[in-house]
């Protein structure tokens, strides 16, 4: 089997370590690098190599993927690679992030020659670990077109949806359906417990007829375990995705009802304390509105 070019993978957080691994997986190196030292570690046992900055990874990778948790990072990063990357090469962007903080390091790169690809991601971090991710890929397609052997490494399947900035207005619209499934799967998933139906009978049995849905099947068994403390998609990093998308929507002048409903029952898991468990917790929020306890 003839060597494969390096991959580097600048955030190696929930998202990007299960990405990095997958893409071990499939053959290829990868070099990688987050401010986390404990990260670079694990990078390391997972076979992977640790660099030293962002500006490492882009001094020694054609393509870059990143995955970052704010428009603060993706700009520092964009800087780094600003100085060091090298003309021609791709820069694959997954995170979910306004589209205007991603135009800017777009045009930050484009100075050094470095291409930028607009490629969030559908899936949680649980979905990621097992190569359940879909991409939502835009920008110059010639960039895509090479890339593919990459995203296909770590996704399940990959779209193309055209001049950059699209798919992340995908990724939005996406999210905001990711929004409401999940607090709605709560919602029934309470009604019944509250009606005396088992939690884990109505997740295998809704999931077999019309009113399922991803996120019954994803997190309705988390949803019946009770447990949250294992998050695939925390509540304080989901407070951004909510932002963004509420933004969005405004800016377009556009009613969006039933997501505005849910951002009430995710405040209230913050409120709750629930700021570092993953989003399933929304039906915690739910039982406790409807002064339930569950049968043991």
Not at 47 to 62: E, H, L
Not at 120 to 138: E, I, M, N
Not at 147 to 155: G, I, R, S, W
Not at 183 to 203: F, H, I, Q
Request: charged residues 20%.
């Amino acid at each position: 089997m003839p060597t494969r070019e390096a991959i580097g993978v600048i955030g190696l957080g929930i998202m990007g370590s299960a990405m990095a691994a997958n893409i071990l997986a499939a053959g290829f190196p990868v070099l990688g690098y987050d401010v986390r030292g404990s990260r670079c570690t694990s990078l390391t046992k997972a076979g992977g190599r640790a660099t030293r900055s962002a500006r490492d990874v882009a001094n020694r990778a054609s393509v870059v993927i990143t995955s970052l948790p704010t428009a603060q990072s993706l700009h520092d990063v964009a800087a780094e690679l600003a100085v060091a990357g090298q003309r021609g090469q791709t820069v694959v962007e997954t995170s979910t992030l306004p589209i205007g903080v991603k135009q800017e390091a777009r045009a930050l790169l484009a100075r050094r020659g470095v291409i930028l690809l607009d490629c969030p991601l559908s899936g949680t971090g649980a979905q990621a670990r097992v190569k359940d991710l879909v991409v939502y890929a835009s920008g110059a397609r010639s960039a895509y077109r090479r890339c593919v052997p990459v995203l296909e490494a770590f996704a399940r399947a990959h779209y193309f949806l055209g001049p950059f900035g699209a798919g992340s207005r995908m990724k939005f619209v996406a999210n905001l359906l990711v929004a409401i499934h999940n607090v709605s799967t709560a919602e029934a998933l309470v009604l019944g417990m509250k009606a005396g139906l088992d939690p884990a009978t109505m997740v295998s049995v809704l999931g077999d007829g019309a009113g399922s849905s991803r996120m019954l099947q994803v997190r309705g068994p988390i949803m019946v375990k009770g447990d949250y403390s294992a998050a695939a998609m925390k509540v304080r990093v989901w407070q951004k995705d909510m932002t963004i998308i509420g933004e969005f929507a405004r800016e377009l002048e556009c009613p969006t009802p039933l997501f505005a409903a849910t951002t009430a029952v995710y405040n209230a898991a913050m409120a709750l304390g629930f700021e570092d468990a993953d989003t399933a917790c929304v039906c915690a929020v739910l039982e406790n509105w409807a002064t339930m306890r569950r049968r043991a």
